[in-house]
């Protein structure tokens, strides 16, 4: 053994180079079975997650469409229900001016029936005193004829004539 520090021999060199080819071996085979399997397992895993994460955003932005198209018939849906609602507030309005109408005429007949009646009641009521008052002179003028009548007798009987008409009083 010389005087290097590093002197080695034919079998270290030996052992190093066959540990070294075993190593190279090892790398290949593990390459071959553990490594590229592995390498292609993440792989298609990554692969699964990114079509995963597609398809998420696909039905995200399929969502989203269906969200603005439901909005949208929402807002149609309400504009037609406003639409609906003041057609019935105009209907409404239309047929309550015309119950009004209804109701005017139809005072307004009865108030022309109720002074037509009054007047024909007047009319009546008229006749009749003009009957009575009639009956009344002509009571009056026979209990004249009957007796010679003074003057008292003539007011006794003007006071019995108008006691008999009773409280009747003119209404022009």
């Given at each position: 053994?010389?005087?290097?520090?590093?002197?080695?021999?034919?079998?270290?060199?030996?052992?190093?180079?066959?540990?070294?080819?075993?190593?190279?071996?090892?790398?290949?085979?593990?390459?071959?079975?553990?490594f590229k399997p592995l390498t292609n397992f993440?792989?298609?895993?990554?692969?699964?997650?990114?079509?995963?994460?597609?398809?998420?955003?696909?039905?995200?932005?399929?969502?989203?469409?269906?969200?603005?198209?439901?909005?949208?018939?929402?807002?149609?849906?309400?504009?037609?229900?406003?639409?609906?609602?003041?057609?019935?507030?105009?209907?409404?309005?239309?047929?309550?001016?015309?119950?009004?109408?209804?109701?005017?005429?139809?005072?307004?007949?009865?108030?022309?029936?109720?002074?037509?009646?009054?007047?024909?009641?007047?009319?009546?009521?008229?006749?009749?005193?003009?009957?009575?008052?009639?009956?009344?002179?002509?009571?009056?003028?026979?209990?004249?004829?009957?007796?010679?009548?003074?003057?008292?007798?003539?007011?006794?009987?003007?006071?019995?004539?108008?006691?008999?008409?009773?409280?009747?009083?003119?209404?022009?």
């Amino acid at each position: 053994m010389g005087g290097s520090l590093l002197s080695f021999d034919k079998q270290f060199l030996f052992s190093l180079i066959i540990q070294l080819i075993n190593t190279l071996i090892l790398f290949f085979v593990l390459g071959k079975l553990l490594f590229k399997p592995l390498t292609n397992f993440m792989e298609k895993r990554s692969e699964r997650i990114k079509e995963q994460i597609d398809f998420a955003k696909s039905e995200e932005e399929k969502a989203l469409k269906l969200k603005e198209e439901y909005e949208a018939k929402l807002q149609k849906i309400q504009e037609e229900a406003d639409a609906i609602l003041k057609e019935a507030r105009e209907k409404a309005l239309r047929k309550e001016d015309s119950i009004i109408e209804e109701a005017r005429k139809e005072s307004e007949i009865i108030r022309n029936r109720a002074l037509a009646d009054i007047e024909r009641e007047k009319a009546k009521v008229q006749d009749e005193m003009k009957k009575e008052i009639i009956e009344i002179a002509s009571l009056i003028a026979e209990k004249f004829v009957a007796e010679s009548i003074d003057e008292q007798k003539q007011k006794a009987l003007i006071d019995e004539a108008i006691s008999k008409m009773g409280d009747v009083s003119w209404n022009n």
